[in-house]
């Protein structure tokens, strides 16, 4: 049950019942239990006892009503029996009668509750109502109790008192709080400062006239106080004063003519003998000298502040001036009286510096400037002092002496400047000035090829790769061996493969492809290389990069029981889907794992069936796509044809064959350079050695080139091909490059490398046909070029057009249906190298909702 469900039913009432039961009427016929009687009747004989003779006078059921309620104390209910039967004091007047406060009488004691082990509710006092300002009745007890916050019967409370009126003086007399000395009463001090409202604010309450006199007391005592204070720093202070310096001429003199022995006659610091002319008096004195001398300040002295008064602040405080002003109040009567401080600062006998009430003017104390403080900084510092003593004694310094004259630092801070400046003089690199296109047609080199294989996750695509790098003898048996060594001590022998191309710890422990592995190998007719691509769908960037450098692409399907269904729900769509968006337009399905279903004819035409029915869909032409039923595990049809007799059905070529016979995208050989930067790291030849495809131009060593977006201009150190170096490369090849003159900050995964003559531009708006995968709206999307991605959002979306003629259908829909293809407008976070025909990708949350080609 909720909490606020168990509230709600939690029954108040019954407990409310339960705890006023406590209280109720029937127990006042209570009896006493039998330890109470037993009590009572002892603390009975013990009264009568001490009565004596006077025993007889009181009844037992009056001295078990004062034990009652004296809680069986006997000394007490004697004094009580006493006073009220055996020795009453005589009669007061009879009070006129008239109504009772309602009141009074009604809250004599505060009561505690405390619960006896027998269950029973026993009331105690606890404060008396004088202390909580409660009236008092003195006469009388009240004729009810009541606790502050229940309500109970009056019988409860104190049985049998009604009747019995006692006096309050006699019910307290041995109470020793009540016969307090007069010498330790508490004195009632009124607040110094009346008390605000909420916060502090408001209306000053009122003040009662005790309240009022004791703060006029206060303030009395503590202006009294503040004025022999005042006085008595006066004294001190007087000794600093330029009124008795004033008269030592020769000390005047020699500091006039001399300042700079103002500093040579300062004490160091902490030094206990301090002179009589302090050197600020000495400054002070100076300035009034010269003041005396030479008029009033100078121009420029007189934009600065005179010294400011603080008592001139408050002209209505002139009544409230000291004695000790009072020379200064005769010279000038309207004049306020400066404070002690400030007597100090401009000496009691210096009435010539003050202003008319008219000149007087108040600015902050730090603009407060005078004329002498201009040279108060003139000679060294006290710190400068002793570094210079302890130069001359040959220590070591702490900290370096400042030199006299701005000239000397300048020149030393120049001349380490230019100790420090590096010029670089790394030689650009030589050029051969080739034609590159000229020795590429005369070179007639091998075809050069970039395949990315994808395909749902474990759909065997590591596997795959490792037998072929194997079968091509590009991989040894010996590699493979020690690899199925350790993953076998990783539970993973079935992964050995895998780890020709899964490098990575992570990669390797998981048993997933987490980043794509490029390798390479080469056959009569072409220079191949791999980008094998993660299938899992956390990675799709990644994937998304090896696509964007594919010529053709190898999807991977598993033929296993319900691997493939879930594969089409899963990523081989997905994966087909892009791979077509990036522009790869040829596609080998690779059919794996047919070794599971014991090479199935059945199952593979299922699967090339309904294979091929998605791809033409996504837009591949048939032509383009071909099935080879294969076993990467075991190496059927990858290299060498199966010889396995349940595979006799399969006539068609090997996976090798069909990759020689795949044409390479045509090149963009004529265009400007462009190479997207797949990886960034350092060699022995260069700090900063990038690889990549290059998409169109060509380049050469000594070439100078622009990085985008950081446009820092490097140039070409040299170059390497499949691990050769070499003078040029052109578009297609996948390409090492050593640079020079340029800073590795400047240069990351994913940036452009283009020909600075013909740089790609860095934008942050763009026009796209975009093909939408999703539901598309001004929403949210990862932008995704290759290695480089990037927030944005889709702005606007222009038109919905016709997928083949590119025809607008409907203007400023609002939102894209899957499948349709829309002119779109994206605005990316930052400014990124795109131009126009340049393939894009856009995601969201995870998913991949649109793909096309900028505008
Ligand atoms: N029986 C059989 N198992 C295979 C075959 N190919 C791969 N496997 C197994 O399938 C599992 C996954 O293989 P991987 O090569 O890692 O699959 P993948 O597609 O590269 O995985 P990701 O890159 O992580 O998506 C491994 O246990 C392989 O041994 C095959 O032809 N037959």
């Given at each position: 049950m909720s909490r606020h469900r168990a509230y709600q039913n939690y029954d108040y009432q019954n407990d409310l019942d339960e705890y006023e039961g406590g209280y109720s009427d029937e127990d006042e016929g209570e009896q006493l239990s039998p330890e109470d009687q037993a009590q009572m009747n002892e603390a009975t004989t013990e009264v009568q006892r001490a009565l004596g003779n006077e025993a007889s006078k009181v009844t037992v059921k009056q001295i078990q009503e004062a034990l009652w309620h004296y809680y069986y104390d006997v000394d007490k209910s004697v004094t009580y029996l006493l006073s009220k039967y055996i020795a009453p004091p005589p009669a007061k007047p009879a009070k006129p009668k008239g109504p009772k406060p309602e009141s009074a009488g009604k809250h004599l004691f505060l009561l505690d509750r405390a619960q006896q082990p027998s269950g029973r509710l026993l009331f105690r006092r606890s404060r008396p109502a004088s202390i909580i300002g409660i009236p008092e009745d003195s006469?009388?007890?009240?004729?009810?109790?009541?606790?502050?916050?229940?309500?109970?019967?009056?019988?409860?409370?104190?049985?049998?008192?009604?009747?019995?009126?006692?006096?309050?003086?006699?019910?307290?007399?041995?109470?020793?709080?009540?016969?307090?000395?007069?010498?330790?009463?508490?004195?009632?001090?009124?607040?110094?400062?009346?008390?605000?409202?909420?916060?502090?604010?408001?209306?000053?309450p009122k003040v009662s006239k005790?309240?009022?006199?004791?703060?006029?007391?206060?303030?009395?005592?503590?202006?009294?106080?503040?004025?022999?204070?005042?006085?008595?720093?006066?004294?001190?202070?007087?000794?600093?004063?330029?009124?008795?310096?004033?008269?030592?001429?020769?000390?005047?003199?020699?500091?006039?003519?001399?300042?700079?022995?103002?500093?040579?006659?300062?004490?160091?610091?902490?030094?206990?003998?301090?002179?009589?002319?302090?050197?600020?008096?000495?400054?002070?004195?100076?300035?009034?000298?010269?003041?005396?001398?030479?008029?009033?300040?100078?121009?420029?002295?007189?934009?600065?502040?005179?010294?400011?008064?603080?008592?001139?602040?408050?002209?209505?405080?002139?009544?409230?001036?000291?004695?000790?002003?009072?020379?200064?109040?005769?010279?000038?009567?309207?004049?306020?009286?400066?404070?002690?401080?400030?007597?100090?600062?401009?000496?009691?006998?210096?009435a010539k510096q003050r202003r008319s009430p008219s000149q007087q003017f108040f600015l902050p104390p730090y603009m407060a400037y005078h004329p002498d403080l201009a040279s108060a900084f003139s000679g060294p510092s006290p710190d400068d002092v002793v570094l210079n003593a302890q130069a001359k004694a040959g220590k070591p310094k702490t900290a370096p002496v400042k030199k006299k004259g701005g000239g000397d630092d300048k020149v030393d801070s120049a001349t380490n400047g230019v100790k420090t400046l590096k010029v670089d003089d790394t030689p650009l690199p030589k050029s051969k000035n080739l034609n590159v296109?000229?020795?590429?047609?005369?070179?007639?080199?091998?075809?050069?090829?970039?395949?990315?294989?994808?395909?749902?996750?474990?759909?065997?695509?590591?596997?795959?790769?490792?037998?072929?790098?194997?079968?091509?003898?590009?991989?040894?048996?010996?590699?493979?061996?020690?690899?199925?060594?350790?993953?076998?001590?990783?539970?993973?022998?079935?992964?050995?493969?895998?780890?020709?191309?899964?490098?990575?710890?992570?990669?390797?422990?998981?048993?997933?492809?987490?980043?794509?592995?490029?390798?390479?190998?080469?056959?009569?007719?072409?220079?191949?290389?791999?980008?094998?691509?993660?299938?899992?769908?956390?990675?799709?960037?990644?994937?998304?990069?090896?696509?964007?450098?594919?010529?053709?692409?190898?999807?991977?399907?598993?033929?296993?029981?319900?691997?493939?269904?879930?594969?089409?729900?899963?990523?081989?769509?997905?994966?087909?889907?892009?791979?077509?968006?990036?522009?790869?337009?040829?596609?080998?399905?690779?059919?794996?794992?047919?070794?599971?279903?014991?090479?199935?004819?059945?199952?593979?035409?299922?699967?090339?069936?309904?294979?091929?029915?998605?791809?033409?869909?996504t837009g591949f032409q048939t032509k383009n796509i071909s099935f080879v039923p294969l076993s990467g595990l075991h190496g059927d049809n990858i290299v060498k044809r199966s010889d396995d007799p349940a595979i006799s059905w399969y006539k068609g070529p090997t996976l090798i064959e069909e990759l020689e016979n795949s044409e390479p995208m045509a090149r963009a050989l004529h265009k400007p350079l462009r190479m997207t930067v797949?990886?960034?790291?350092?060699?022995?030849?260069?700090?900063?050695?990038?690889?990549?495809?290059?998409?169109?131009?060509?380049?050469?060593?000594?070439?100078?080139?622009?990085?985008?977006?950081?446009g820092e201009k490097a140039y070409v150190k040299a170059l390497e091909l499949d691990m050769e170096p070499v003078d040029w490369a052109v578009a297609g090849q996948n390409v090492v490059i050593h640079l020079s003159n340029i800073d590795?900050?400047?240069?990351?995964?994913?940036?452009?490398?283009?020909?600075?003559?013909?740089?790609?531009?860095?934008?942050?708006?763009?026009?796209?046909?975009?093909?939408?995968?999703?539901?598309?709206?001004?929403?949210?999307?990862?932008?995704?070029?290759?290695?480089?991605?990037?927030?944005?959002?889709?702005?606007?979306?222009?038109?919905i057009l016709n997928k083949t003629t590119g025809a607008v259908i409907k203007k400023k829909p609002k939102i894209v249906k899957p499948a349709n293809v829309a002119r779109i407008v994206v605005k990316m976070a930052s400014k990124v190298p795109l131009e126009p025909g340049q393939r894009v990708v856009l995601r969201s949350s995870g998913e991949t909702v649109a793909a096309g080609l900028l505008e």
């Open positions: 006469e009388s007890l009240p004729e009810k109790v009541r606790p502050t916050s229940l309500t109970m019967s009056e019988g409860a409370c104190h049985r049998g008192l009604e009747s019995n009126r006692m006096s309050f003086a006699a019910f307290f007399s041995d109470m020793p709080w009540l016969n307090i000395p007069k010498d330790r009463e508490a004195v009632l001090t009124a607040p110094s400062r009346p008390r605000g409202g909420l916060l502090g604010g408001g209306t000053e005790l309240q009022a006199l004791a703060a006029a007391r206060k303030k009395k005592a503590g202006e009294k106080k503040s004025e022999e204070k005042v006085l008595g720093t006066q004294e001190k202070m007087e000794k600093l004063s330029i009124q008795e310096i004033g008269s030592s001429s020769t000390q005047h003199q020699d500091f006039k003519h001399h300042p700079e022995k103002t500093s040579a006659s300062r004490p160091l610091r902490g030094e206990n003998t301090r002179p009589a002319f302090g050197g600020l008096a000495k400054r002070r004195k100076l300035a009034q000298d010269q003041d005396l001398e030479s008029g009033p300040p100078s121009s420029h002295v007189s934009q600065c502040t005179p010294p400011v008064d603080l008592q001139q602040m408050s002209p209505t405080m002139d009544a409230d001036v000291p004695s000790y002003a009072k020379p200064l109040e005769d010279a000038e009567p309207l004049q306020a009286a400066p404070s002690a401080f400030a007597m100090t600062l401009t000496g009691s006998a210096s296109l000229q020795e590429f047609e005369k070179k007639k080199s091998k075809k050069t090829a970039s395949f990315v294989v994808v395909g749902h996750v474990d759909a065997g695509k590591s596997t795959l790769m490792g037998r072929l790098l194997l079968d091509l003898k590009v991989v040894d048996q010996r590699t493979i061996d020690k690899y199925r060594k350790e993953a076998e001590s990783l539970g993973k022998s079935s992964f050995a493969l895998a780890w020709v191309l899964d490098q990575g710890t992570e990669e390797r422990s998981r048993g997933v492809t987490i980043d794509i592995a490029t390798n390479r190998f080469e056959t009569e007719t072409t220079s191949f290389t791999i980008l094998d691509a993660p299938g899992h769908r956390d990675f799709i960037p990644n994937m998304i990069a090896g696509a964007s450098q594919a010529d053709f692409a190898i999807l991977v399907i598993d033929a296993s029981t319900g691997a493939f269904e879930s594969g089409l729900k899963g990523q081989t769509r997905e994966h087909s889907l892009l791979i077509r968006s990036m522009g790869v337009s040829r596609v080998i399905v690779a059919v794996n794992k047919l070794d599971t279903v014991r090479w199935s004819q059945e199952r593979f035409d299922e699967i090339s069936h309904q294979v091929s029915g998605f791809l033409s869909a797949s990886e960034v790291y350092k060699t022995a030849l260069s700090p900063l050695t990038i690889s990549g495809r290059v998409d169109a131009g060509s380049l050469q060593n000594g070439d100078a080139l622009l990085v985008q977006p950081s590795p900050i400047h240069v990351r995964v994913g940036d452009i490398i283009c020909d600075p003559n013909n740089p790609v531009s860095c934008i942050d708006t763009f026009t796209m046909k975009a093909l939408a995968f999703d539901i598309l709206m001004p929403m949210q999307v990862d932008v995704h070029r290759g290695r480089l991605h990037t927030g944005g959002q889709i702005q606007e979306i222009t038109a």
